[in-house]
Structures are given as structure tokens and as C-alpha cells.
């Protein structure tokens, strides 16, 4: 499997950015993005239509871009988890992990044995029709795939210890609206409750010596989590990102003295 630089960063203590597609699938816009400075992009499966072949030829466009390219899943099931792995993913977001069981679960449907479960199945999109031997495949992929865990309910809040201390998690990425609608303050981001929760995530990866983040079109809110220590970041997704621009520039547009000099 290709080097995945996303893991490296991480390791480097760096922060990460990057941003969710939804709509967006043709493969050029992983070039876009690459070109844009991001370091990854997930395709998100859990409430979009992106299809396995889809998700081939964005996976496809964007290990040859630079960019590294995740899917998150819509149920921590092992059939879908594994899939999205041999479909190029590398990395793959499981959704609603509520306890340190349903993390390892996680685990263990992504690692090839002796760490998992999952079963051997590397096709070129995987090993870049540079195969080496079985043993070889295996442990890079193991090695460099990526295992990002969502935390988006008090259960999992609770249990947030535990389920950053599971080996072979990478990341635990908090999913702020579905974790606020589980505290009682849907959409309340200013509330304290909340901030003691991302304080409390963001301690727990930082004590497992692993990365925490979370995804917002709401830029403050982006560079509050990154002073907090947060360093897997994404912002917006692709329809949110060209509405605000778009919305943005009409409107500045519309404001300015129109019928005079040329428009570029």
C-alpha cells in the first residue's frame, strides 16, 4: 500500500486539514483539492450516494494527485469497512463508536491478521500494480491504513479513555452536531458543555498519543479546537464550500458599482 503521509504528520505532531465530499465525485476534484493545499478528503457514505465505483476513481485520482483520500462508512459493519479498504480508501471514518468494544470491533474488521480480521483481497488499486509479496502487502496495509473513530454521543464521550487507548486507532474525529443533539444542546457550539467535551477528547487522544478533530464550515469554531491541542481538521464539504463562496461573491458582486470596466 502507498505511503500514507496523513499518518506521518500525525505522527510529526502536525496539524492535518481537509474536507468531505458529497456531491462532488467526479475524480477531478481530487486534483482540485490537492492543487488547493489539503491534505486528505473523505467521501462520505453514511448520509450521500457515492457508489464503489465512485469511490474507486476519486481513491484512484487522488493517491496520483498527493492527496490522501478517506471514506467514512455508514455502519460500523465489517463488510462495509473492509470494502471501502479495497476499493483504494486510505482511510476509512466509522461513525457512532459509543464504547471501547464497537472501537475494537472497528479495529479488527480493518487489520489483516494477526492484528484482525479482514481478508485478503489487494487489488491494484491498493498496490498501485506494484505488488510485492503477501506478507509484504499485508503489513503495509496494516501499517499505513488509516482508523478514524467518531465520538458523537455521551456514551462515547464517557468512554472516550478507553477507546483512545484501543491499538491501531489513529484518530477520534467528534461529530459536533450529532454529540450536542446526544448532551441536550443541539447546535448550542458556545455552550461550555461542549468545550468540556472537546477539552476532554482532545486530552484523552493527547494522552493515547493519538490525534483529535472535528469537522465545521465554522471557521472559529476550526481555530478554537486547533488552540485546544485539535489537530484533524476539516472544513465544510464540498456543497457547503462552493454555496459560501459562491453566495459570497454574487452578493459582493451584486453590492458593487456594476455597469462600468470589464469583469474577470
Known sequence: MQKNTLKEKLRDQECVYGSSLEDCLDPEIAVVLAAAGLDFFFIDTEHCAAGYSEIQGLCRAARAAGIVPMVRVAQNEPYLLSRVADVGAMGVIVPRIHSVEEARA????LKFPPLGRRGFGLRSIVTDLRAKSADDEVASCNRELMIVLMIES???????????????????????????????I??????????RAIDRVIEACRQAGIAAGLQSRDMDMLIETRKRGGRFLMYGSDTAVLFDGYKRAISQLKGSN??????Y
Do not use: C
Open 154 to 184: 455521551r456514551e462515547g464521550l464517557e468512554g472516550v479513555e478507553e477507546i483512545a487507548k484501543v491499538e491501531g486507532v489513529d484518530v477520534l474525529f467528534v461529530g459536533p452536531y450529532d454529540l450536542t443533539l446526544s448532551l441536550g
Open 258 to 263: 456594476s455597469g462600468r470596466g470589464v469583469l
Open 186 to 195: 443541539i447546535e448550542q457550539f458556545d455552550n461550555p458543555i461542549f468545550w
Open 106 to 109: 472497528a479495529v479488527k474488521a
